[in-house]
């Protein structure tokens, strides 16, 4: 998959990615995601990030997403933001994984505008195997790690030293 192409943020506090990012999920604002200021809401970006992770798994790899057995839980986001938003404009989420552990993935994730390139915000998120049977932690399954690696064109996978 190729990495996509968008206009480059103009804005200088914005990092560079550090990856290329090879899925895109277009978002359709609603009138309730603004606030009183006319802005985006802050909790609608990460609406937006969680519609972004739920399209990439299933671009990854359709047949292992199983709604009726989770075996990933997030346990940790952060959101840097950057630029208003306003309902008007033509905004999308692109997703990567830019590393996989035995037992976690992280994401990062950009919404921005696809016309002019302003990046909203930069999330990031970890998420973690889980088994649901048990409610417990759990590896990441190895198959998942086959698909994103081979989705994102390297290897992802890293060994973590106790």
């Not at 009138?31 to 009183?36: G, V």
């Not at 986001?77 to 552990?101: H, M, Q, R, W």
């Not at 048990?134 to 990441?140: E, L, N, V």
């Not at 994103?148 to 060994?159: Q, S």
Request: glycine fraction near 4%; include cysteine.
């Amino acid at each position: 998959m190729n990495p996509i192409e968008y206009p480059a943020s103009q804005n200088p506090r914005v990092p560079e990615a550090s990856q290329p990012y090879r899925h895109i999920t277009p978002v359709q604002l609603r009138f309730n995601d603004i606030d009183m200021l006319g802005h985006i809401n802050n909790n609608a970006y990460l609406e937006f990030m969680d519609l972004g992770k739920t399209s990439y798994f299933n671009t990854v790899k359709p047949e292992l997403v199983n709604w009726k057995n989770i075996n990933a839980v997030i346990v940790n986001i952060n959101c840097d933001f950057f630029s208003p938003g306003y309902i008007k404009e033509s905004l999308a989420v692109l997703t990567t994984v830019t590393s996989i552990s035995q037992r976690s993935l992280k994401m990062e994730q950009r919404i921005i505008n696809v016309e002019t390139g302003d990046v909203k915000c930069i999330g990031r998120t970890v998420m973690a195997g889980f088994d649901p049977k048990t409610a417990q932690g759990a590896p990441i399954d190895p198959e998942w790690v086959k698909a994103i690696c081979k989705h994102e064109e390297k290897e992802l996978f890293v060994m973590h030293n106790a």
